[in-house]
């Protein structure tokens, strides 16, 4: 089951904050989060597994609430390089294949 | 230094003709996998193995056909019987524990039908 990613699309201006949420129909033993700029590789971010730890690196940051099958990403302080597209992909175990969300499409303007 | 080499960066498929696609790493990873992205689609799994001579298929595996004869390599083919094949594909690889370890992704392959 796809997880479910909200907003489709934000527009910023810099400077400005925003939250990325993903959420699952089934239990999560771990997320990942990706950033993809068009027509290159998505680029790895952070993961969270269960347990519900908060990570983070310079300004963005991510959560895991394993009661609520969700995870929800930060962006704080946003910088023009920030815009792409945000995948989260989620994990129901350990060996299997993540699933991927549809992306959320972030736009940071001057 | 190490990473996922995707060949080629583009490729035209005739009708009826059959395409493959490359992917080789040198990350030591036990697990590769196949997506096809779409737009407004995400990432869709299309094959995926985690260890030689052993694939699964994913979610959109019809028309598509793979092979893992080496650590390092993961071939996909493009078969004449996906009648939809344009779209952006990714390759990628990680660790056997694939939930807990990031993946790695190659450049991409952009396919279009001629």
């Known amino acids: 089951q796809q997880p479910v990613q909200s907003p489709q699309a934000v527009i910023l201006r810099e400077g400005e904050d925003a939250v990325i949420n993903c959420s699952s129909s089934?239990?999560?033993?771990?997320v990942h989060w990706y950033r993809q700029k068009h027509g290159e590789a998505p680029v790895f971010l952070m993961i969270l597994l269960k347990g519900g730890e908060q990570k983070g690196h310079e300004k963005i940051s991510a959560s895991f609430n394993e009661k609520k099958q969700q995870s929800s990403l930060y962006l704080t302080a946003s910088q023009l390089s920030y815009s792409g597209t945000y995948f989260c992909?989620?994990?129901?175990?350990?060996?299997?294949?993540?699933?991927f969300g549809k992306g959320t499409r972030l736009s940071v303007i001057a | 230094d190490g990473g996922i080499t995707q060949s080629p960066k583009y490729l035209f498929r005739k009708e009826g003709q059959n395409v493959t696609l490359s992917c080789e790493q040198n990350?030591?990873?036990?697990?590769m996998y196949w997506y096809r992205q779409d737009p407004g689609q995400g990432l869709r799994l299309i094959y995926y193995?985690?260890?030689?001579?052993?694939?699964q298929k994913g979610d959109i595996a019809e028309g598509y056909s793979v092979s893992r004869e080496k650590k390092e390599s993961f071939p996909l083919t493009v078969t004449s019987a996906q009648k939809n094949p344009t779209a952006f594909y990714l390759c990628?690889?990680?660790?056997?524990?694939?939930?807990?370890?990031?993946?790695?992704f190659g450049d991409g392959t952009r396919l279009s039908i001629l």
């Open positions: 990628a690889s990680g660790s056997y524990r694939e939930s807990t370890q990031p993946q790695h």
């Open positions: 992909g989620t994990g129901n175990s350990g060996n299997t294949p993540l699933v």
């Open positions: 990350l030591n990873h036990d697990a």
């Open positions: 089934k239990a999560l033993y771990s």
């Open positions: 193995s985690q260890i030689v001579n052993d694939f």
